[in-house]
C-alpha cells in the first residue's frame, strides 16, 4: 500500500528530466542531422528497446479498433510533435523556447479534458493552469519578437500535436498494454517517416559523432522511457496531472 502511495510521485519527478532532456538532444540531433533521420533512427532505437522489453514482458496484443486507436495516436503524439518540434529546432528555435511553447499544452489538455474525456475540473487544476499559462508567457514575450518569425508556428504546431495526442491516448489506449502501446506507436511512426522519405530528399545519416549520440539518446531515454512513464501516469492519473508535468 505504502509503496503503491508513493509510486505516482516517483514516476513523475523521474518523468520531468527525461522528457525535458529530449529539446536539448533534439537540438544537438537537429545540428547535424536532417529531421527525417533524426525521427527515423529515433523511432528505430525505440521499437529495439521496446521489443526486447516485450520479449521480456510478453504483454498482451491489442484488440479490434485499438490498432487503429494506436496508430492515430502515433501520428499526433509522435510523428506530428517530433516533426514540427525538430524543424523549429533546425530552424533556429531555441531549445528553451521550444519546451516553453510546448508548455502551453496542459492548458489547452485542462480546457478539453472537460468536454472529450467527461472529467470534472476544480477551481484549483483551472486556476494552476492559467497561472502557469501565464508564466510561460511572461518568459515568451521577449522573444516572440525576436526574429524567429514564421519559425515560431512550428513549435506551436507541435504543441497542439502534443494536447491531441495526450487526449487520444487517454481517451481511447488506457486499457492497451502500455508496453504494446509504444512498441505499436513507434513502428506506426517508422512506417509514417519511411512512406514519407522518398519526398523530403534527406539523408540517411547523422553527420557528426554528436548526432548518433544525440538520436541514440532520443531513442532509448526520450522515446522508449519517456513514453513508457508517461503512459503509465496517464493510466493512473489524470490528463491534466500528467501534461502539468511539462
Do not use: E
Request: aromatic share 10%.
Amino acid at each position: 500500500m505504502t509503496s503503491s502511495r508513493w509510486l505516482v510521485p516517483v514516476l513523475a519527478v523521474l518523468f520531468v528530466p527525461l522528457w525535458a532532456s529530449g529539446f536539448i538532444a533534439g537540438k544537438i540531433a537537429t545540428g547535424s542531422t536532417d529531421v527525417p533521420a533524426v525521427l527515423f533512427w529515433r523511432f528505430v532505437i525505440a521499437l529495439v528497446v521496446m521489443l526486447a522489453a516485450v520479449a521480456v514482458l510478453r504483454p498482451g496484443l491489442p484488440r479490434g479498433r485499438s490498432w487503429l486507436h494506436l496508430a492515430v495516436t502515433a501520428l499526433l503524439l509522435q510523428v506530428g510533435q517530433f516533426t514540427f518540434v525538430y524543424s523549429g529546432l533546425a530552424s533556429g528555435v531555441p531549445a528553451g523556447l521550444s519546451s516553453l511553447i510546448l508548455g502551453m499544452a496542459p492548458l489547452l489538455v485542462g480546457l478539453l479534458t472537460p468536454l472529450l474525456l467527461a472529467t470534472r475540473l476544480g477551481v484549483g487544476p483551472v486556476l494552476g493552469l492559467l497561472i502557469g499559462a501565464t508564466g510561460v508567457y511572461v518568459v515568451l514575450a521577449d522573444d516572440l519578437g525576436a526574429g524567429l518569425g514564421g519559425n515560431l508556428v512550428f513549435p506551436v504546431l507541435g504543441m497542439l500535436s502534443l494536447a491531441a495526442g495526450t487526449l487520444y491516448q487517454k481517451r481511447f489506449n488506457d486499457s492497451t498494454p502500455v508496453v504494446t502501446s509504444v512498441v505499436v506507436q513507434m513502428a506506426t511512426s517508422l512506417v509514417a517517416t519511411l512512406v514519407a522519405w522518398p519526398f523530403l530528399g534527406a539523408d540517411w545519416l547523422p553527420r557528426a559523432p554528436s548526432g548518433w549520440a544525440a538520436v541514440a539518446f532520443l531513442g532509448v531515454v526520450n522515446s522508449a522511457g519517456a513514453f513508457v512513464l508517461m503512459f503509465v501516469l496517464l493510466r493512473r492519473r489524470s490528463t491534466v496531472f500528467v501534461s502539468s508535468l511539462l
